[in-house]
Nanobody, 111 residues
């Protein structure tokens, strides 16, 4: 059974940075595409970034140039490096692999 556990969320000021982690078990992340999604209060869950098993990265326009997705196959962990954070980045961030989701980690951008 695939389990994904996100961590690294928190409160950060506008312009700040955070690194989210997604530790996977029951799967080998190097074999699959991995993705990050987010859901803000009152809004639908939206795709943020993904990385294919070949290492190709794709980003939503709203985060392009500010967020970077990466993968450590030895640790079976996916990361989301977020910089130049804005209040509109406030959301619960979820890790995704095929049909599996983590419980999410809260990111709040506020002064």
């Amino acid at each position: 059974q695939v389990q994904l556990v996100e961590s690294g969320g928190g409160l950060v000021q506008p312009g700040g940075s955070l690194r989210l982690s997604c530790a996977a078990s029951g799967t080998i992340i190097s074999l699959y595409s991995m993705a990050w999604y987010r859901q803000a209060p009152g809004k639908q869950r939206e795709w943020v970034a993904s990385i294919t098993f070949l290492g190709r990265e794709d980003y939503a326009d709203s985060v392009k140039g500010r967020f970077t997705i990466s993968r450590d196959n030895a640790k079976n962990t996916v990361y989301l490096h977020m910089s130049s954070l804005k209040p509109e980045d406030t959301a619960v961030y979820y890790c995704n692999e095929r049909m599996s989701w983590g419980p999410g980690t809260q990111v709040t951008v506020s002064s």
